[in-house]
């Protein structure tokens, strides 16, 4: 009976020291770093203590505003061009477009405000300038089917260029001729001053080719050397036009601008002719600037049956038509500045041959450089 009677007031101490440690919690609590509002959450336990109720209480709020959802909180970051934007037009202008070279080297267009470095004058009357010239050239030519591209940048070596005796002048070339690449080519020309003024006879100006080798693969070479040139150009030079006697002597005709001439090498055991018009006065474009010529259409045959070798003239046919385009810069001493070749059927129906072999040729080349380097 007493421990009975002493029961209800046993279970008043324990809620009285239950509660007396619940309210020390923020006591302890505040004394260690920031003040933080304390919210307690009760529920039923074993013991035979209740206080408040059994539904949940929410969880504390941070301090501060509420934090953005995840996706609004990432910076937001501009696309990546891929394509640049488009340039403004610049109004009343049209760009030129660029003379693309067989590399891929730009050559500017013709400048026809610049001045040519030499005039086309009708006679060669000076010397041609020795130096390395450029010239830029396309197109390939074929041996016995086997196709070669002309080098698209090459040059050509002036050489020996000189006034031989009054108004007689020479010089020798390395590099392509008429479609002929690394050939040696000698030219001379005369001017009217070359000899006394005789009426009975043909005016003495004149341009022509006096040699042209071409080195064969192997050793050797076809060569072309004439007891007189070939002419290339008749001077005083004039664009082709209705035949008019010479005015000063009418039994002897002036240049009509169109010529036929035929040379012939027996020791070589070479010949070449050609078929020629002059289509009068051009300019040239040497990346920029104008080199004045006279341009000539022909139609060139080179025959023989030699070749020389490195020991002897070995046999060897040669039977080859080319339809040849070419302007003869006067005022440069003679060099020609612009050609394109190109192989034509032979009038006997025979099969192009150059040296013995198969040969075609469909090449350009024309000069980059108003000067030598």
């Known amino acids: 009976m007493t421990r009975l009677a002493h ?51 929410k969880p504390p709020a941070a301090h501060g505003p509420t934090a953005p959802p995840v996706d609004q909180a990432l910076p937001v970051f501009a696309p990546v061009v ?4 488009a340039q403004p037009a610049v109004q009343n202008f049209t760009p030129p477009a660029p003379l693309v070279v067989g590399s891929g080297v730009v050559c500017p267009q013709l400048d026809t405000g610049k001045a040519s470095p030499a005039a086309a004058t009708p ?21 016995n089917g086997a196709a070669f591209a002309l080098p698209p940048q090459n040059t050509r070596t002036i050489s020996a260029a000189t006034e031989a005796s009054r108004g007689v002048f020479t010089f020798s070339e390395t590099g392509v001729s008429f479609g002929f690449p690394g050939a040696l080519t000698q030219y001379r020309a005369s001017d009217s001053t070359s000899a006394p003024a005789n ?35 008749a001077t005083p030079a004039a664009q082709n036009t209705t035949y008019q ?24 055991g070479t010949a070449m002719s050609i078929q020629a018009t002059d289509l009068g006065h051009v ?8 080199v004045d010529a006279w341009q000539v259409h022909a139609i060139l045959t ?12 070995a046999p060897a046919t040669t039977d080859l038509t080319l339809d040849v385009t070419y302007a003869v810069a006067t005022g440069l001493g003679g060099m020609i500045v612009d050609e394109t070749v190109k192989t034509v059927a032979n009038s006997d129906g025979t099969a192009p041959t150059f040296a013995g072999a198969g040969f075609t040729d469909n ?5 980059s450089a108003p000067q030598p380097t």
């Open 82 to 85: 891929t394509v640049a934007p």
């Open 123 to 143: 006679e060669v009357d000076d010397a041609a300038s020795n130096g390395v010239w450029k010239f830029r050239s396309s197109g390939e030519l074929s041996v």
């Open 199 to 233: 009426p009975l006879a043909s005016p003495t100006s004149s341009f022509g080719l006096t040699s042209f080798t071409m080195p064969l693969p192997g050793g050797g070479a076809w060569v072309f050397q004439p007891a007189t040139p070939l002419q290339l150009l």
């Open 302 to 313: 080179l025959t023989g049956t030699l070749v020389q070798s490195t020991a002897e003239p």
């Open 7 to 57: 029961l209800p007031r046993v279970r008043r101490l324990r809620r009285r020291i239950a509660a007396a440690a619940l309210a020390g919690v923020p006591l302890l609590t505040s004394g260690c770093g920031p003040s933080v509002p304390v919210q307690l959450g009760m529920k039923n336990v074993p013991l035979d203590i209740t206080v408040g109720n059994d539904v949940p209480t």
């Open 245 to 268: 006697p010479d005015p000063s002597n009418p039994a002897i005709p002036n240049t009509t601008g169109s010529w036929n001439a035929a040379q012939n090498d027996a020791k070589d």
């Open 363 to 367: 090449t350009a080349s024309t000069i």
């Open 283 to 290: 300019r040239v474009n040497a990346c920029g600037t104008p």
